[in-house]
């Protein structure tokens, strides 16, 4: 009588890509806080231009 196969455990999942996919985990913008230091550095610029 042959011996019982022996069956294969599957790999264990990264738990959190799921989390990710839900999120819909993209790409990064600049914090509030830059985008309105990047102004105010273009105002300057512009200011010490003319």
Do not use: D, I, S
């Not at 989390?19 to 200011?47: D, F, N």
Request: hydrophobic share 30%.
């Amino acid at each position: 009588m042959k011996p019982p196969l022996k069956r294969r455990v599957p790999k264990p999942r990264n738990p959190y890509v799921p989390l990710a996919l839900v999120r819909k985990a993209g790409e990064h913008e600049k914090t509030p806080g830059a985008k309105r230091q990047a102004e105010k550095l273009a105002l300057k610029k512009r200011l010490a231009e003319q």
